[in-house]
Nanobody, 112 residues
């Protein structure tokens, strides 16, 4: 059974930074591409970024391109999302996703 656990969220001021982590278990992590998605209050789920199984290929939503960086460490079964220059628009629950599996999420709140 695939198990995904996100962490690293928190309260940060506009312009601040955070790094989120997603640890996977129950799966051959290095065989799968991984994705970050987010959901802001009252809004639909939004795709944020995807990384392939090797970590060499990455794609980003236009809303985060240039500010967020997705990367992974296959030796640690962990994927990361570095969030920089955060704005209030980035406030959301952030989830990692592997195929049809999603973790419980980690909350990012950007507020002064």
């Amino acid at each position: 059974e695939v198990h995904l656990v996100e962490s690293g969220g928190g309260l940060v001021e506009p312009g601040g930074s955070l790094t989120l982590s997603c640890v996977a278990s129950g799966v051959t992590f290095s065989s799968y591409g991984m994705t970050w998605v987010r959901q802001a209050p009252g809004k639909e789920l939004e795709w944020v970024a995807t990384i392939d199984n090797t970590g060499r290929n990455k794609v980003y939503a236009d809303t985060v391109k240039g500010r967020f960086t997705i990367y992974r460490d296959n030796a640690k079964n962990t994927m990361y999302l570095e969030l920089n220059n955060l704005s209030t628009e980035d406030t959301a629950m952030y989830y990692c996703q592997l195929s049809n599996n999603r973790g419980q999420g980690t909350q990012v709140t950007v507020s002064s």
